[in-house]
């Protein structure tokens, strides 16, 4: 009776564990991966300037957690080399960018801090248009193109990644399951001469 009672425990125990962890991978795999896509390097007169979205960053967990008042913050992260032959690379830039979005219940509005545009907050009522403004970067000035070399061969590469979640003290219960809607892209690159 007794090996029968401990028998019954261990199989709930089992059932349970595999009903709390069964959704994990299930989620994972069904979810589409964070990408880099519109990858534009151009200059101006005087600034090689990088644009480019990220795609599939938004998780209707992420966006629960939005609407419901948690500044959510996404960096993006910008390296341009000088290729050489027979040296290493040259770092010329090494940038870090953040775009954070934060809901304003009391104006129901979506408020987006663009760190390259100095900080620059813009409120906008409609979260698709601040959805775009946190998932683009637009004309991010890499470095002044005074310091290229004419005949030479350059490198840009940029990710993106999400930002840890700070959440109020009674809610820090719950980061386990924000892990679940992390994203980091790959590393991508861009070639370019002067």
């Not at 519109?38 to 480019?52: A, E, H, M, Q």
Request: hydrophobic content about 45%; overall charge positive; proline content about 3%.
């Amino acid at each position: 009776m007794i090996v029968q009672l401990q028998s019954r425990k261990l199989a709930w125990i089992a059932v349970i564990l595999f009903l709390t962890l069964l959704p994990v991978p299930v989620t994972r795999c069904l979810a589409q991966e964070a990408r880099l896509e519109d990858i534009v390097v151009t200059n101006t007169r005087d600034d090689v300037l990088l644009y480019f979205s990220v795609r599939n960053c938004f998780t209707p967990q992420m966006i629960k957690a939005i609407q419901n008042g948690i500044p959510t913050t996404f960096n993006f992260f910008v390296q341009l080399y000088e290729e050489k032959d027979y040296a290493p690379d040259r770092k010329l830039a090494d940038l870090r960018v953040s775009h954070t979005i934060r809901y304003d219940s009391l104006k129901k509005t979506y408020v987006v801090t663009l760190d390259e545009k100095k900080g620059k907050e813009i409120s906008v009522k409609d979260f698709e248009k601040a959805k775009e403004l946190m998932a683009e970067i637009v004309g991010l000035e890499v470095t002044k193109l005074s310091r290229l070399q004419k005949e030479n061969r350059y490198r840009v590469r940029m990710m993106a990644q999400l930002d840890r979640i700070e959440l109020p003290f009674h809610l820090h219960y719950v980061l386990f399951f924000l892990s679940l809607w992390n994203f980091e892209t790959d590393w991508y690159t861009v070639e370019f001469g002067y």
